[in-house]
């Protein structure tokens, strides 16, 4: 996955990252495999036991620990034609006291954020004294903002998990267990163009009650509503997230009210986008409507979170989040309502702030689906 | 995937991990999302921003702190039948102050190997003075001996990794891209059983020379060897880790001699396995029959690593590692070949030490594979 557009994944952003890391007093930033390294150099490297590390000096130039054996696939990647220098090292050597060696006095580092602690406690061991902070304090505040090529790579997954929903309605059916539709549409997922399968939920009758329910063996049965939550990471690195619910058969009286709830409250909620309101004030849009009908207390989560080369990332979308929204910033729009042992319905999109309001992603229909049992 | 025996995850397990806290002289264990958590309790939770903690105290009993709209797929994971106390937090409540009053006054904890800096460092401004070390200090002494369930589960991996190999001859031929071969691979990693793939290695030609490439839109000609490294996850948990080597039409004479060589390293290092042996003699083994042919400088990376709720974990078979081998302890024999610019060679089985030898998990044919160009 290391063919990317420069576009998507320019060579400036390296130097964005050195200005970032100055101007926030650090003396360097330490960046292993993940979206953090991903975001500045476009190298997707795979997060393995063996270090992998680059490490953006305030003073000095920028250089890339590496395994003897990925210098190739380092090299073949974006990272490649940065002009970084490569120290590979070899099975048996210390690459934290290579890295430690290379960069000594600092006072403090900015580690990513999905370091793993086998990582950031043996840099401690090697760097002792060295305030570790996380490297989101640099670089949150140049990743929050997507370029148009960013933009265009999130809209292209938005329309590859489109897809997916598209033939969902195909894969329902009373009789199969929850199981043997999420193996469905993990398969369509990669047919659509995905690189990996991120989660696949679905939550059929009283699993729609629990969020985050992924797969269970339970067998789906006519009158069931049912919550499919699906997304991937494409070849770009960019993520697809969004969610539909369906209903195998005619679903409960009761369920339609709160999904037509539901429904608006998602509507007010995309309609409340556009620069200068507020993170808060979105959820606050999803959440009076549901309030306002009765089912406040069944709205267990905040309303979304931002998107990019993850699928969590700022802005969270919550209350107590006063950050305004401008113009690049993508997030989820997915309020939800839950009935405790009966159902559940969410309804999800990514939405990009733009200049004059907000632009969906995901454009599936957002009526209940209802499938013939 | 939290349907899982209780065979593969029994409640004693939390039992041994106090008793592994208190023999360290740890105060307590924080193992967020990953292999520590499920090795411990069962539960597959989802690594995400919002915190999900076991605290396993040395005094005291052990509790979860859990996002609330997670509460409902902890409980009916295996977590949920530990007699565990669950503290859910919402939205805007803090999870790290939650954990640390529950636990004061303590000197040093053990966090999970794969916590990310995200939370580790949250728990460190928490709870400042505590000492972090690594569960693995703890938790690893445990791991690395595989029960036989645990044994039976990577069994059962290596044979669906196996059923992949059985079809990669007919996704292989000259004129499609490696990219175009992977997508087949990773569609029968999930038709086999595997619960996610992880990862997709067809490294052809000279990308063979690559240890670590994985795939590119290179083309397939006649008379490349092709490297195939795949591996999934099962629904178990347990991993699987496979590579065969392939030809597409007839390969150049000079890659035929060091297969030879490379196919009898491999077979050495499987025979040397057995209880009482070191890692390092088993890496040595490989190593010593390449070295002899005068490939020594072209076999660039260890000879394995240990597997199981991790595709990489204790213990490692490289050079220096002194461990004695025990029954129940898994890992991978994949020596290599890699002449850069030119083609590449790896063969890998997984191998689980018995009482008398090791029992290998993978059954395919190592000899090279020759497919109709």
């Given at each position: 996955?290391?063919?990317?557009s420069?576009?998507l994944y320019p060579?400036?952003r390296?130097?964005?990252?050195?200005?970032?890391?100055?101007?926030?007093?650090?003396?360097?930033?330490?960046?292993?495999?993940?979206?953090?390294?991903?975001?500045?150099t476009?190298?997707?490297?795979?997060?393995?036991?063996?270090?992998?590390?680059?490490?953006?000096?305030?003073?000095?130039?920028?250089?890339?620990?590496?395994?003897?054996?990925?210098?190739?696939?380092?090299?073949?990647?974006?990272?490649?034609?940065?002009?970084?220098?490569?120290?590979?090292?070899?099975?048996?050597?210390?690459?934290?006291?290579?890295?430690a060696?290379?960069?000594?006095?600092?006072?403090?580092?900015?580690?990513a954020?999905?370091?793993?602690?086998?990582?950031?406690?043996?840099?401690?061991?090697a760097?002792?004294g060295?305030?570790?902070?996380?490297?989101?304090?640099?670089?949150g505040?140049?990743?929050?903002r997507k370029?148009?090529?960013?933009v265009?790579?999130?809209?292209?997954?938005?329309?590859?998990?489109d897809?997916?929903?598209?033939?969902v309605?195909?894969?329902?059916?009373?009789?199969r267990?929850?199981?043997?539709?999420?193996?469905?549409?993990?398969?369509?997922?990669l047919?659509?163009?995905?690189?990996?399968?991120?989660?696949?939920?679905?939550?059929s009758?009283?699993?729609?009650?629990?969020?985050?329910?992924?797969?269970?063996?339970?067998?789906?049965?006519?009158?069931?509503?049912i919550?499919?939550?699906?997304?991937?990471?494409?070849?770009s690195g960019?993520?697809?997230?969004?969610?539909?619910?369906?209903?195998?058969?005619?679903?409960?009286?009761?369920?339609?009210?709160?999904?037509?709830?539901?429904?608006?409250?998602?509507?007010?909620?995309?309609?409340?986008?556009?620069?200068?309101?507020?993170?808060?004030?979105?959820?606050?849009a999803?959440?009076?409507?549901?309030?306002?009908?009765?089912?406040?207390?069944?709205?267990?989560?905040?309303?979304?979170?931002g998107?990019?080369?993850?699928?969590?990332?700022?802005?969270?979308?919550?209350?107590?989040?006063?950050?305004?929204?401008?113009?690049?910033?993508?997030?989820?729009?997915?309020?939800?309502?839950?009935?405790?042992?009966?159902?559940?319905?969410?309804?999800?999109?990514?939405?990009?702030?733009?200049?004059?309001?907000?632009?969906?992603?995901?454009n599936?229909?957002?009526?209940?689906?209802?499938?013939?049992?």
């Amino acid at each position: 996955m290391n063919d990317v557009s420069s576009d998507l994944y320019p060579a400036i952003r390296l130097d964005r990252a050195r200005e970032a890391v100055r101007a926030a007093g650090l003396g360097a930033l330490l960046l292993t495999p993940g979206p953090d390294l991903r975001y500045v150099t476009g190298y997707d490297a795979v997060p393995l036991e063996r270090l992998t590390c680059l490490v953006v000096p305030a003073a000095g130039e920028p250089f890339l620990v590496v395994p003897r054996l990925e210098v190739a696939a380092a090299e073949h990647s974006p990272a490649g034609r940065l002009g970084v220098e490569f120290l590979a090292w070899d099975e048996t050597d210390d690459p934290y006291g290579l890295v430690a060696r290379r960069i000594p006095g600092l006072a403090a580092v900015g580690v990513a954020d999905r370091m793993w602690a086998m990582q950031s406690l043996r840099l401690r061991a090697a760097m002792p004294g060295v305030e570790q902070v996380l490297a989101g304090t640099v670089l949150g505040e140049l990743r929050i903002r997507k370029s148009a090529p960013e933009v265009a790579a999130l809209r292209e997954a938005g329309a590859a998990i489109d897809a997916v929903h598209r033939q969902v309605p195909g894969f329902l059916k009373a009789g199969r267990t929850e199981r043997e539709v999420g193996r469905d549409i993990a398969e369509a997922i990669l047919a659509a163009g995905h690189a990996t399968v991120d989660f696949v939920i679905v939550a059929s009758g009283p699993n729609g009650a629990s969020p985050h329910h992924e797969l269970s063996d339970r067998v789906v049965r006519p009158g069931d509503p049912i919550v499919v939550d699906i997304g991937g990471t494409m070849p770009s690195g960019y993520c697809s997230d969004s969610t539909r619910t369906y209903a195998v058969g005619e679903p409960p009286a009761d369920f339609l009210a709160s999904y037509e709830v539901l429904r608006r409250a998602q509507e007010a909620a995309c309609r409340a986008v556009r620069p200068g309101t507020t993170c808060e004030a979105v959820d606050a849009a999803a959440r009076q409507v549901i309030a306002d009908a009765g089912f406040g207390e069944y709205f267990i989560h905040r309303t979304g979170h931002g998107i990019g080369l993850e699928t969590h990332e700022d802005p969270y979308i919550v209350a107590g989040n006063t950050r305004r929204l401008e113009p690049g910033m993508a997030f989820s729009v997915e309020p939800g309502v839950y009935l405790s042992g009966r159902h559940g319905a969410r309804i999800e999109d990514i939405v990009v702030c733009t200049e004059s309001g907000g632009e969906r992603l995901n454009n599936r229909p957002r009526d209940l689906v209802v499938v013939d049992a």
